[in-house]
Nanobody
Framework: QVQLVESGGGLVQPGGSLRLSCAAS????????MGWFRQPPGKEREFVAT????????SYARFVMGRFTISRDNAKNTVHLQMNALKLEDTAVYYC?????????????????WGQGTQVTVSS
């Protein structure tokens, strides 16, 4: 079965950086877009970034554009989210997910499998 395991979360000061990773198994990884979502405390889960199966196309939420970068390594079945210039409001549980399509996907209902999430806390 499909499994997604996130790692790389933690506590960081405002302005700092973190790199999240998601290791996938049980699927033909390069055939599907991948995405990162997040759920801030007390709020609904929201889209952060997505990358196509080929890795050639990406899309970002406006509030992370220019600060976060999504990438993937299809040889290693992994997807990463490089987060720079972190802000207090980036505090959330971050989830990676597998889309049902090879193209970029920004809606939750376009995703079929989800990881367990990794906590990112931005605090001084």
């Amino acid at each position: 079965q499909v499994q997604l395991v996130e790692s790389g979360g933690g506590l960081v000061q405002p302005g700092g950086s973190l790199r999240l990773s998601c290791a996938a198994s049980g699927l033909t990884f390069g055939s599907y877009a991948m995405g990162w979502f997040r759920q801030p405390p007390g709020k609904e889960r929201e889209f952060v970034a997505t990358i196509s199966g080929s890795g050639f196309s990406t899309s970002y939420a406006r509030f992370v554009m220019g600060r976060f970068t999504i990438s993937r390594d299809n040889a290693k079945n992994t997807v990463h989210l490089q987060m720079n210039a972190l802000k207090l409001e980036d505090t959330a549980v971050y989830y990676c997910a597998v889309a049902n399509i090879p193209n970029t996907a920004v809606e939750e209902n376009e995703y079929g499998y989800w990881g367990q999430g990794t906590q990112v806390t931005v605090s001084s």
